[in-house]
């Protein structure tokens, strides 16, 4: 007999849900969960293997619960004066942001997000039993400080999240947007700028405003610029009593030996790792001019994606691409799909192929 989940004694508020699900397929051009498509340069592989085979000699002792070395790499990466203190790092972005999530919201608490947007701050916040509120965009998926300010006043979250550029739709997030929700949330403000060295240099982070915010908080990940998503690597900076509350919810040496080590070490090799970013920049705005003289909706996009509409049957165009060896997401915005900027040579794949297969 086959067990299902309604024959356990799961959670009354899990029962019906769906888990994240973006498709894992081994097709020769993935670009459907915005990773760097650019494999580590050797000679920084090499440093990070040779720092893990250090890191592995001591592994019979728990970790530096801490993860000092690796909170002064990221401060010293961050810039904008920031201290060890005020870092925090885990498993990935998604584990950061459900350690915010443990230690501020909760049963009978809620976070607050303007939709669509990143699918994970709905899963996250039901996973701590809290419950997720979501606000409305404007005209072209954007957000006007005064539009946002009202929603957040209104819906009084424990939590708010502003996704910088946004997920899925690539639209930018400035920080005019980011002060006036501060202003009208007694919550705690989590700027996620995972997509944020794709954005304009001259464009300021929200990491300037951390002064004078303690409730501000800015998220970052090693998982897209850095190339360096299959080893699970995202950070925070906020004020350093943020970062205390979070070590009330964290499992203790949650962040192994190897990982901070492989991270640390990826680090010392910023420059190069980030040596693809313009590239990808590039790519991303050759699919941009390509879709729209194809006759598509293009999304105006800081991140290393476009969203594109006036797709007249999203997962038939989905599947037709798959059918020729190129995997894009179907972020289930009606008429809409999402791919990543890849190397040239993907881009290309991606472009010629959709070409072929038509409006
Ligand atoms: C990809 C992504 C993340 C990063 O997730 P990791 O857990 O660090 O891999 C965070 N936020 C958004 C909006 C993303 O798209």
């Known amino acids: 007999m086959t067990v299902s989940l309604d024959d356990l004694p799961l959670r009354d508020d899990l029962r019906g849900q769906q888990p994240y699900g973006a498709p894992q397929a081994p097709l020769p051009v993935a670009l459907n969960v915005n990773e760097n498509t650019h494999p580590i340069p050797d000679e920084v592989a090499d440093d990070i293997a040779d720092s893990v085979a250090l890191a592995l000699r001591d592994v019979n002792r728990y970790p530096d619960r801490e993860f000092t070395a690796l909170r002064e790499g990221f401060a010293e990466y961050l810039g904008h004066g920031l201290e060890p203190e005020q870092i925090w790092a885990a498993n990935g972005s998604n584990e950061v942001l459900q350690h915010l999530l443990q230690a501020f919201a909760g049963p009978g608490r809620t976070a ?204 038939a165009t989905w599947q037709a691409l798959y059918d020729r060896g190129v995997l894009i997401r179907d972020i289930g915005i009606p008429g809409h799909l999402r791919v990543t900027a890849g190397t040239e040579d993907e881009t290309s794949a991606f472009l010629g192929a959709l070409a072929e297969i038509g409006r």
């Open 112 to 315: 607050f997000g303007f939709a669509p947007t990143y699918s994970m701050y709905t899963l996250l916040t039901r996973g701590v039993g809290a419950t997720f509120v979501s606000g409305e965009r404007g005209a072209n998926f954007s957000l006007t400080p005064e539009s946002a300010a009202a929603q957040v006043a209104e819906a009084r979250p424990d939590v708010v999240f502003l996704c910088a550029p946004n997920n899925p739709t690539g639209t930018p997030l400035e920080n005019d947007v980011v002060e006036a929700v501060y202003d009208a949330t007694d919550g705690i403000v989590i700027v996620d700028e995972a997509y944020r060295e794709f954005a304009p240099r001259d464009v300021p982070s929200a990491l300037q405003l951390l002064p004078g915010r303690p409730r501000l908080v800015v998220s970052r990940t090693m998982s897209k610029a850095f190339a360096f998503a299959g080893a699970r690597v995202g950070y925070l900076a906020a004020d350093p009593a943020v970062v205390d509350a979070l070590r009330l919810v964290r499992l203790p040496y949650h962040l192994s030996a190897l990982t901070q080590a492989a991270a640390s070490a990826a680090l010392r090799h910023a420059d190069t790792m980030l040596a693809m970013v313009d590239e990808i920049v590039e790519q991303r705005d050759r699919i941009s001019a390509t879709l729209e003289a194809l006759g598509y909706t293009v999304y105006p996009t800081w991140s290393n994606f476009v969203l594109f509409g006036g797709v007249e049957d999203p997962h």
